[in-house]
């Protein structure tokens, strides 16, 4: 029997605002701990909540720009549970009234466009931070996230592999970044993702026990623990077990799923309307007002680039996937105007140096003016374009201009021409097997000589002066 994964996520992205959702105490990430708090953000007696209206205005920008329907009567409403990290004992959250509704984002899959749905987005407020100290034996608490505005994002089930999955994560979170509402940084707890996974044969439209996996912090965590859940609830299944409805966390070093507690249901947290804050009340003009302000998306920005600058569609796409990279591409692309060379750059050696380093487009330690300087000194000839790309190395580990970096290496081209030719001659005398099979008539033996010329060189010399000194030493040999 195949079996096919049934997966909705909810994500929950804190916004950027200055200040917390019901006081004004900074949302800055770090500081000491518990000085970024107060007693409303501790719900001590006697405080009482003010709704940030700058969190409303996020909400509804990401609302639009993810296709809600945003509701003009909203309220807030107080979820209960004890948790440490939570000190009221119930966070401020939208229960049955959120501000958003009936959303979705549209991914691309190897079986063409899919569009996920979302069912809504609301907002809340953030809990605090846990530190669990295993040698003392003890748990400390930090505050400092405590009441950081959050929305909540809740999608449909529509996803059946943790690769649509990923997509559809990726998606949302560039969506975020478009709009300026999120940082959406995963390392520091800005975005977090936990999945709901059941498994059901395939063709059958009725849905299995569903399996929540908490806190994902990255989008490799996420396609691997759907990845694990979805072969151990499948051969649970063939194995005639049942299937328990459940919370479980993701052990990233042992690469499995382990069982938390049983899963609440909304019963459990006796929602009640918050008494504390009046109704949000939101009128056409003030949407329509957001809705004009939105950024491009990141949609609108791939057919710029495809339209305006003639990128192909899968640069385009690959580029404008995140917003920091995109910026980064644009800045380039108005100090160099070959939208093409630099979108090389970014596709080759950018993204092969984030990934190595495991670092994001928002912190990349080269400027676009340092890439645009280092492609004009190939440009002028001062490097070949194979230096080019050691120079880039060492400019992305130590954040050096490349022409100090090419003058401290002596990385400069050759491009004296008797010095060249005395290579060149040494080269062919040195391998006369393929020169002979050069005058045989195997063309590819001219590529390793002008091979051996570069290796001898340590790529420094001009590649096309090269090529042309050997046409010219090899056509004597076969004249003789």
Request: net charge negative; proline share 5%.
């Amino acid at each position: 029997m195949e079996f096919e994964a049934v997966i909705g996520l909810e994500v929950h992205a804190e916004l950027l605002t200055e200040s917390k959702i019901f006081c004004s105490c900074t949302t800055e990430f770090g500081g000491e701990p518990n000085t970024h708090c107060c007693p409303v953000c501790l719900g001590l007696p006697g405080t009482l909540p003010v709704l940030n209206k700058k969190a409303v205005e996020y909400a509804i920008r990401a609302g639009l720009a993810l296709n809600c329907n945003i509701a003009r009567f909203s309220k807030m409403d107080r979820k209960n549970y004890f948790y440490p990290d939570l000190p009221k004992a119930y966070q401020i959250s939208q229960y049955d009234l959120p501000l958003c509704r009936d959303g979705y984002v549209e991914i691309e899959t190897e079986n063409g466009v899919k569009k996920i749905g979302i069912i809504r987005v609301h907002l809340e407020e953030d809990a605090g931070k846990l530190i669990h100290d295993e040698g003392a034996g003890s748990s400390l608490v930090d505050y400092n996230r405590t009441g950081v505005p959050l929305i909540e994002i809740v999608s449909y089930p529509d996803m059946r592999t943790p690769e649509e999955a990923r997509l559809y994560l990726a998606k949302l979170k560039s969506i975020l970044e478009y709009t300026e509402v999120s940082d959406c940084k995963m390392q520091e707890g800005s975005l977090r993702v936990d999945t709901n996974i059941s498994v059901r044969p395939v063709g059958s439209s009725a849905f299995g026990t569903k399996v929540e996996l908490k806190n994902l912090n990255s989008f490799r965590a996420v396609y691997r623990a759907l990845e694990y859940e979805f072969k151990r609830q499948a051969e649970a299944i063939k194995n005639g077990e049942e299937i328990t409805q459940e919370t479980r966390r993701w052990d990233e070093n042992k690469g499995i799923t382990v069982s938390m507690r049983s899963k609440e249901e909304a019963h459990d947290y006796r929602y009640f309307p918050e008494p504390d804050i009046v109704p949000i009340v939101v009128d056409d003009e003030w949407i329509e007002d957001i809705r004009r302000n939105i950024p491009e998306l990141p949609q609108q920005k791939r057919e710029r680039f495809i339209n305006d600058l003639g990128l192909p569609p899968y640069d385009a796409g690959v580029i404008t996937s995140d917003k920091a990279l995109s910026d980064f591409f644009e800045r380039c692309v108005e100090l160099y105007d070959n939208p093409k060379t630099i979108s090389n750059w970014v596709m080759g050696e950018i993204l092969r140096a984030m990934k190595d380093s495991d670092i994001e487009a928002s912190n990349l330690p080269v400027k676009p003016e340092q890439l645009v300087m280092l492609q004009e000194l190939v440009d002028d000839g001062t490097i070949s374009i194979s230096i080019a790309k050691r120079v880039f190395d060492i400019m992305f580990k130590t954040g050096e201009n490349p022409d100090d970096i090419v003058r401290k290496e002596g990385l400069a081209q050759i491009s004296d021409e008797g010095a060249l030719r005395e290579i060149v001659i040494k080269t062919i005398k040195n391998n006369p097997k393929s020169v002979e099979d050069f005058l045989g008539g195997k063309e590819k033996a001219m590529g390793f000589l002008i091979g051996q010329v570069m290796k001898e060189t340590k790529g420094k010399a001009n590649p096309q002066m090269i090529n042309e000194i050997m046409k010219e030493e090899l056509s004597k040999i076969s004249k003789n």
